[in-house]
């Protein structure tokens, strides 16, 4: 297996209520940096809940083709509900190490947050540039720093109390050195790396509406919570806030992602 996490379908569920709005914000960037334009066939690989995919639609257009692709079931299941029929997507449960698709498929492949959970990220960016045509581009995201992270904050805090989750969350930031995926990508074969840090703050109306996904069983972090005793997530919950500095108002969460890019 590639991506490390298969999503319950109540993790799916609510995915897209923790995430869309810092997807949104972020996907320009991963698009741009894989030079994504009209009639380009791409592949969006660990596409979750399909949320990069549909904006890598909105730019290819109806004379290009999206192919959304991730290992657990239940989020291809969400892709599928959220594409819908449209005649230029495939949707499929796929192996991001071990792709099924032929040799120059595609003239750009993304992969959004990702890279990192692969068990050998190499042999996937090795997938990823089989699969590309000549001069085609490959564009990943990862994650740099817990302090600069929209919800790894709060697993790192979980894994203070579980220390069994210190492994998983640490792989979150495996990446985050632009030499290290520098190193990856020459391995991988590729040219032309460009890498980039884009920082965001959100701001969110109150706690609620940031922590409220998470604690209701909202992906890999709503996973973990769920696991956990009332007691310890009530915790948690009251740490999570002060880091915040909540105090009744709106919150203002940050998020780092570094994007890094090759050619075929």
């Known amino acids: 297996m590639a991506e490390e996490l298969t999503f319950k379908d109540e993790a799916a569920a609510l995915y897209d209520e923790a995430f869309a709005h810092v997807t949104a914000y972020f996907m320009p960037f991963l ?13 969006d690989i660990a596409t979750g809940t399909g949320l990069s995919a549909e ?11 999206v192919s959304a692709a991730d290992i657990s079931p239940s989020m291809v299941a969400k892709t599928r509900d959220r594409l819908g029929d449209a005649p230029n997507v495939s949707v499929s ?19 959004s947050l990702g890279l990192m959970f692969f068990p050998a990220p190499a042999q996937g960016l090795a997938e990823f540039r089989r699969v590309l045509r000549p001069g085609g581009r490959v564009a990943v995201s ?3 720093v817990v302090e600069r992270s929209y919800n790894h904050q709060i697993n790192v805090i979980i894994a203070r109390h579980v220390p069994n989750l210190a492994d998983s969350v640490a792989r979150t930031f495996a990446l985050a050195e632009a030499a ?8 991988a074969g590729f040219g032309e790396f460009a890498t980039d840090t884009i920082r965001h703050v959100f701001v969110l109306p109150s706690f609620d509406a940031y922590y409220g996904p998470f604690e209701r069983g909202g992906g890999s972090t709503g996973q973990a919570l769920a696991e956990l ?16 500095g909540d105090t009744g108002g709106p919150v203002k969460p940050e998020a780092e992602y570094r994007i ?3 050619q075929r």
Do not use: W, Y
């Open 31 to 43: 698009l741009q940096a894989a030079g994504v334009a009209p009639g380009m066939r791409v592949l």
């Open 142 to 144: 990862v994650n740099t």
């Open 93 to 111: 449960v796929e192996d991001g190490q071990a792709l099924s698709f032929p040799d120059g498929s595609f003239d750009a492949v993304l992969c």
């Open 260 to 262: 890094a890019s090759g």
């Open 55 to 65: 904006a890598a639609l909105a730019v290819v257009g109806p004379t290009g083709h």
């Open 229 to 244: 005793s009332e007691e310890l997530r009530r915790c948690i919950r009251e740490e999570v806030r002060g880091g915040l």
């Open 180 to 187: 290290k995926l520098r190193s990856l990508f020459d391995k």
